[in-house]
């Protein structure tokens, strides 16, 4: 029997005794729950997943480095950094999580009056979600690289995920593959893709940078009050990376209107508008750092981005969906499906992509 997240919430010093504690947000991986207290300030309590991250001290270790690094830039710009950064609440002996049996907890202060977009709903606020995302990759810029634990290896090298795909497609454990042909062979006829950004970081062509990795737009907060980007949160795969991480994974879950287990496939429609407000507000914090050469990889990765994570939904689904959390069995081929559809339509869209990028700089 596992723990109830209200006393695992009395381990945490808080502000306050725990009332409740009921399940938040809509992300795949950590179980998450709100926390209301008897005073003021509330909590987000987190289980998170130790089958995908094994090392949970580094990957505290890394989450504290990064936010205190953050913190500073944000009190130098005149900001609050309780409600434009996660801040990691210890527990009552001090330690960044606590061990229970069922799990590893750890507890961040909630940031109220904030906005968390699934998908955009205005072009306006997926420009902000740009340019919070691009403060982020400016606020690392100067963050040291050789301080942050892998916390997943190969986390984006799309070459170990198409290997990793013909693994789970070869077994096929579950005989599942014959529910999939069609999705099966979109991978196998685009697996040059593959390696298009991987070859151009080992030629030294992109920069390595720290990137956060994990840039779903409901993994950005904005302000409540006026649409302004408030705070970056997630930051359990900030690890070194290249831009067109960041950028193409906010472009593959954020430049439509459709969600991204939409099962009308007729209904998911890359919004090259949308793309254009990212851009705008992205390269807008950070072109000056770029070249053009890795403006113009940011169309790649947003292609990749969108390919790699379709190809990971559908591994999942071969191998009986264990990594993500899923509500029917489907779940993983219908995500994975939307996400090959945006890859089509980028695909056709390349040149005025690309120069929709150019024209920022
Ligand atoms: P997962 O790794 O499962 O995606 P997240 O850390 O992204 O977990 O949290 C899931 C959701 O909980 C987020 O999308 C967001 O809506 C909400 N959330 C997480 N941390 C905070 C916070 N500090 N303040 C307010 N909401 C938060
Ligand atoms: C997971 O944790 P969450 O829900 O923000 C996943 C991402 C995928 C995303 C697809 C650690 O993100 O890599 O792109 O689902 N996170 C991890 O929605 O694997
Ligand atoms: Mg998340």
Redesign the pocket.
Known sequence: MGYRAEDVAKLFALDGEPMIAVP???????D?FFVETSRARKY?L?KVNNGIFKDIDGLMNNIILVTSHLRQHIAEAGGDPIREC?TVVDTKDGQHFVRVDDGFWRC????DN?I?MQTAETPELFRAAGKAFGMFQRQLSNFPAEKLVEVIPNFHNTPNRFNNFMKAYEADAFDLAKTAREEILFVREHKELCSLLTDKLESGVLPLRVTHNDTKI??V?LNRANGEPLAV??L?TVMPGLSAYDFGDSIRSGATYAAEDEPDIAKVKFETSLFKMYAEGFLGECKDAFSEEEVLSLYTGSVLMTFECGMRFLTDYLEGSTYFKTAYPEHNLVRCRTQFELVKQMLEKEEELKEILLSFC
């Open positions: 938040f947000g809509c992300g795949h991986i950590n998450t987000i987190q996660l961040y202060i909630y940031i904030a968390t409901n993994n907060m949160i997630d359990d």
